[in-house]
């Protein structure tokens, strides 16, 4: 499954599964988009995040579990 954000300023940003790897994404309390990855035998992971006003929507796989723990892997946040 992939993950597919249409940006507030236009444009897309998706992440589509990879050699195994799970993608899927997540909307915080505060409104923030969480873009998540688990590569295979790897640790689950924040990949990406988008501040509320820095999306207008988003599809793909939702998880449904607890992300305040998590690491993030390359720390790219995107404002509106």
Avoid: C, H
Wanted: hydrophobic share 45%; charged share 20%; net charge negative.
């Amino acid at each position: 499954m992939s993950v597919l954000v249409a940006l507030a300023a236009g444009g897309m940003y998706s992440n589509n599964d990879e050699d195994g790897a799970q993608v899927a994404y997540k909307i915080l309390g505060n409104g923030t988009l969480a873009v998540l990855v688990k590569p295979v035998g790897g640790e689950l992971t924040i990949l990406r995040e988008f501040s509320p006003a820095g999306y207008a929507w988003v599809e793909g796989k939702r998880f449904l579990g607890d992300v305040d723990r998590l690491a993030g892997s390359d720390g790219i946040v995107l404002f509106g």
